[in-house]
């Protein structure tokens, strides 16, 4: 049982019309695929739990930008399994080499066009659908 929200976030890194996707080792959505990132820790800001999580999850040292997304992943249940706030970012790659790491089982560039067919994670439909209308549909 829940008691509170948990504020996360995640980053939107695009690169040759291609956008970084983590595949999830656990749940929620273990096997699918989302942008990296994660939990905000106590004392961190949002821009640096993102430069954490990527860090952690894919190798990449990236700039933070502008927010580029807002939403809620709400797990089943009354109260629900899980509630988290998310805030994702638009950032940059300023270093470091592709390789999953923490909780990401595979790390990969996925073509923009390409998402609609992809297993993400519930929220990234939305995010998808706002940020990519070229790749929502197939």
């Known amino acids: 049982m829940i008691d509170r929200v948990t504020v996360a976030v995640g980053a939107v890194i695009v690169q040759d019309a291609s956008l970084l996707l983590v595949q999830r080792a656990h749940d929620p959505g273990a096997g699918r695929w989302a942008v990296p990132g994660g939990r905000v820790e106590p004392g961190e800001t949002l821009a640096e739990a993102v430069r954490r ?11 933070v930008g502008d927010i580029a ?6 797990g089943p249940g009354d109260p629900p399994a899980w509630h988290y706030a998310i805030v994702d970012f638009w950032a940059t790659p300023t270093g470091g080499s592709v390789v999953p790491g923490g909780d990401a ?13 992809w297993p993400i994670v519930d929220t990234m439909v939305d995010l998808v659908h706002t940020l990519f209308p070229s790749g929502a549909s197939t």
Not at 107 to 117: D, K, N, Q, S
Request: charged letters at 30%.
């Open 53 to 63: 999580e990527v860090r952690e999850e894919t190798g990449l040292e990236v700039g």
């Open 105 to 117: 089982a595979a790390v990969e560039w996925v073509p923009i066009e390409r998402l609609a067919a």
């Open 69 to 74: 997304w807002v939403g809620d992943s709400i």
